[in-house]
């Protein structure tokens, strides 16, 4: 069974930037990150596949987040830049058994239990 971390959320002043951290324990392969604001449903946000060669955005986060991995430490991150009020949301860590990233939820099979990010105006 693998096991999802994240860490690194936090409170920022629009305009600021935060690191989001997930670690994993066990196999993974595409991994992802999905946010829910309240009130709305879980959307995808990024997803990298299993070597770090593709890379997948939502337009709303495109050119202001990046999604990296660094497979020796079995942990993926979260780079976000230019943060504004609509980033406010929980951001979830998900993993798939399967090697192609995709922006699907249903598509993964691992969550994390997610970490709060607020961006104050």
């Known amino acids: 069974q693998v096991q999802l971390v994240e860490s690194g959320g936090g409170l920022v002043q629009a305009g600021g930037s935060l690191r989001l951290s997930c670690a994993a324990s066990?196999?993974?392969?595409?991994m992802g990150w999905f946010r829910q604001a309240p009130g709305k449903e879980r959307e995808f946000v990024a997803a990298?596949?299993?070597?770090?060669?593709?890379?997948y955005y939502a337009d709303s986060v495109k050119g202001r987040f990046t999604i990296s991995r660094d497979s020796a430490k079995n942990t993926i991150y979260l780079q976000m830049n230019s943060l504004n009020p609509e980033d406010t949301a929980v951001y979830y860590c998900?993993?798939?058994?399967?090697?192609?990233?995709?922006?699907?939820?249903?598509?993964?099979?691992?969550w994390g239990q997610g970490t709060q990010v607020t961006v104050s105006s």
């Open positions: 990298i596949n299993w070597s770090g060669a593709s890379t």
């Open positions: 066990g196999r993974t392969s595409a």
């Open positions: 998900a993993a798939r058994r399967s090697p192609n990233a995709k922006t699907a939820i249903e598509e993964y099979d691992y």
